[in-house]
């Protein structure tokens, strides 16, 4: 898109030989180049009237009476040009006094070759190219209106030979739904090369309906609109660029008073004076900000111009200036408004749009295969699905989803319109999925932490289990076998066995309750994460409920499990601490005996003591094998140390299930496999 202001030219016309030459001079080495006309005080009133003596305007270009036409086209026409070769609309049009010059500028003189004006020269400059770009294929018409009395005709009609203007066909202004004008009755000629072009120009002219008036024998009274209409299309692209450029010759802009005509001349000024007034009047309104009303329809020239003017079109107004004494005062007002076009803002696009052709084309294809389709399956499909059919289809999509088993399938049958929704439906899925995995962020930090927690315990159990180990180990591996079985002996009679006892219970109580936790929060992440994978469908909010719930319950069972965690923690330090008295108590205990015997049997006994421990290794078959010293005290002592053992063996596989590291070994696959 190319926003700018619209271009704005002056060209003064050469003096004539019997003019008087009115006091101007140019400056085009400024940044802006300007024209400075001085107007001497007119004194010939009898007084001193308040006229301002001289007046400076801006252009963008100021050619001179010597310029020629060929750099008139070069310096104006050409870029313009070359901005509808490459796709856009451009308008250059001609404003000024009759006999100013407009015709020669945009049409050319008659009489020399090398005044040719613009039209003829872009025509030749279009086709030039046309001819050297050979990777697009062009298509180029003509058109060539005339306004004259608020009416339009179509100048280029090759079925009428107009000897009047009423003879021409009447052209007449159409407007769509988009405000887009449409000219009715105005034909589009086409022309395949220079020749045909300028073929179709000469008969306009031609056609062209001259009045005389007394300021200029020959001028025309009239708006003339030569267009130049290009389509370019790349072999095999459905795409087609189209562009026009308006080569506008306006009427004389000349005040009525001035021209001093009358009847139906004066009536023919009117409607000049009035649509150049209109012309006037949306020039400001475009110039003016803010201004939402632009008074396009007033006139037929401003309907035809009203892309050109504040619309989508690249636009260069031509200031016309007769600079001799009598006609300053018009070359003033054509600059005043020339100064006010300048501010005008256009936005020219790029015209591109499909193949109307191709678009017919397709068109009547869909419709061929609808009918086919229609008659195989007996039903009529409409574009869209029906509520009913979407709602079976929402249904059919979740039962989909939610079915676990990886060889499902999704038969929605042969319409294209429902596998269409499909695709949609698994696009919203998958796009979804990062926002619910945003909404879900609490809970897999939750998770997270959950697994943190879990290794960390697993970590701290290791350790307990390895200190247990060691030490049980150490206190074991230092115990001679009569001392272990002792100790196992001694256990069962300590007044903390009972402690043990009811800690183990606890212990396996809380180990079950755990389990069972673990189970649950298993369950209840499975639902999170199930109807994570269903939240992005339409049927969400069903499942947002489900999720909610699910939520609540995972909290509930995951800060219980939390709970029982410490507790089991904190038994197992407990049930060691136990342990570890109990051993202590056990080794004062056993040290306390050993001194007893020493003190009592001294060595002898000692090393009877020794081979009734090793009797003890293998378990005696009856009471007589038993070896006796032969003393009745000591012999008493051993039958019932034999008595004592026999008892505990009964109870040790009770006691062994319930202390060791079976409890531990619960505890670590509740915590690691919950
Ligand atoms: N730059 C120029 N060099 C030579 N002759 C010119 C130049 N400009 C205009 N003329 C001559 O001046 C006369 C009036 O010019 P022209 O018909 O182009 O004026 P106009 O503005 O079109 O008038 P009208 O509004 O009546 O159509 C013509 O004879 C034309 O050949």
């Known amino acids: 898109m190319v926003k700018e202001t619209i271009q704005v030219f002056a060209r003064v016309k050469p003096l004539g030989r019997r003019q008087q030459a009115g006091s101007y001079s140019v400056d085009n080495e400024e940044p802006l180049p300007s024209l400075e006309i001085t107007v001497p005080r007119d004194l010939a009133d009898g007084f001193i009237n308040n006229k301002r003596e001289s007046y400076k305007f801006k252009f963008q270009k100021i050619f001179d009476q010597e310029a020629k036409q060929d750099v ?96 021409l066909p009447k052209v007449t202004i159409m407007e769509d739904s988009d405000q887009n004008i449409h000219l009715k009755n105005l034909s589009l000629q086409q022309a395949t090369n220079e020749e045909e072009a300028l073929n179709l120009l000469f008969l306009g002219d031609t056609n062209r309906m001259i ?60 409607y000049i004076n009035l649509s150049l007034h209109y012309l006037e009047q949306v020039i400001i309104a475009l110039a003016e900000k803010n201004r939402s009303h632009i008074p396009y329809r007033n006139s037929m020239m401003t309907s035809v111009l009203r892309d050109s003017l504040g619309g989508n079109c690249m636009t260069t107004m031509i200031a016309m200036l007769a600079m001799d004494k009598r006609n300053i005062d018009e070359s003033i007002s054509t600059c005043r408004f020339a100064q006010r076009v300048a501010l005008i803002k256009n936005e020219a696009v790029l015209n591109e749009e499909i193949d109307p052709r191709l678009v017919r084309t397709l068109k009547k294809e869909i419709q061929d295969l609808k009918d086919e389709l229609a008659l195989v399956t007996g039903k009529r499909r409409t574009s869209e699905l029906s509520q009913e059919e979407l709602l079976q289809l929402d249904e059919l999509i979740e039962a989909f989803l939610k079915d676990n088993d990886p060889d499902s399938s999704l038969d929605v049958g042969a319409d294209m319109r429902k596998i ?41 159990l290791q350790q307990r289990d390895n200190e247990i180990s060691i030490l049980c180990g150490e206190k074991r591996g230092k115990m001679s076998l009569g001392c272990q079985e002792a100790f196992e002996i001694f256990k069962q009679d300590h007044a903390d066995s009972i402690t043990i006892e009811d800690n183990k219970q606890l212990l396996k109580k809380r180990f079950d309750e755990a389990k069972c936790l673990g189970e649950k ?63 202590k108590d056990f080794e004062v205990w056993w040290s306390e005996e050993a001194k007893k015997f020493q003190e009592t049997e001294k060595l002898t006994y000692s090393l009877e003591f020794t081979s009734m421990l090793s009797y003890f290794r293998t378990p005696p078959s009856s009471s007589t094998s038993i070896p006796l010293t032969g003393d009745s005290q000591a012999d008493a002592d051993i039958l019932a140390f034999i008595k004592a053992r026999q008892n505990i063996l009964q109870k040790k596989a009770t006691i062994s299930e319930c202390l060791g590291h079976t409890w531990l070994c619960n505890l670590h696959s509740i915590f690691f496999y919950p």
């Open 521 to 583: 929060l298993n369950e209840v992440r499975n639902k999170i994460i199930l109807a994570r994978i269903y939240l992005c469908s339409d049927i969400c909010w069903k499942i947002c409920n489900t999720l909610s719930s699910s939520h609540i319950s995972y909290k509930a069972v995951y800060s219980r499990f939390k709970g029982l965690k410490v507790e089991i923690e904190h038994l197992q330090l407990l049930m060691e601490k136990v342990k570890m008295k109990v051993q």
């Open 72 to 167: 008139i086209f070069d310096s104006i026409a050409k870029p313009v040009a070359e901005c509808v070769l490459a796709g856009y609309n451009g308008t250059i049009f001609a404003y000024g006094q009759t006999g100013s010059g407009k015709t020669f500028t945009i049409t050319g003189g008659a009489e020399r070759y090398s005044d040719r004006g613009i039209i003829p020269r872009t025509l030749s400059y279009i086709f030039d190219q046309l001819q050297k770009d050979s990777s697009k294929v062009y298509t180029t018409h003509v058109s060539y209106l005339e306004i004259y009395n608020e009416c339009g005709y179509d100048l280029l009609d090759p079925r009428h030979e107009a000897s009047k203007m009423e003879d």
């Open 211 to 270: 009045a005389e008036t007394p300021m200029n024998q020959a001028s025309s009274r009239s708006h003339c609109i030569f267009t130049i209409h290009i389509s370019s299309k790349e072999p095999g692209s459905a795409t087609i660029r189209r562009s026009k450029l308006h080569l506008v010759d306006l009427a004389g802009s000349e005040r009525v008073a001035k021209s001093g005509i009358g009847g139906h001349l004066l009536t023919e000024a009117k």
């Open 420 to 460: 269409k929704y499909c695709f949609i439906y698994m696009k919203v899925f998958f796009l979804n999925g990062d926002q619910s995995k945003k909404l879900l962020s609490e809970d897999i930090s939750e998770e997270k932490n959950s697994n943190e927690e879990l290794e960390k315990l697993k970590g701290l």
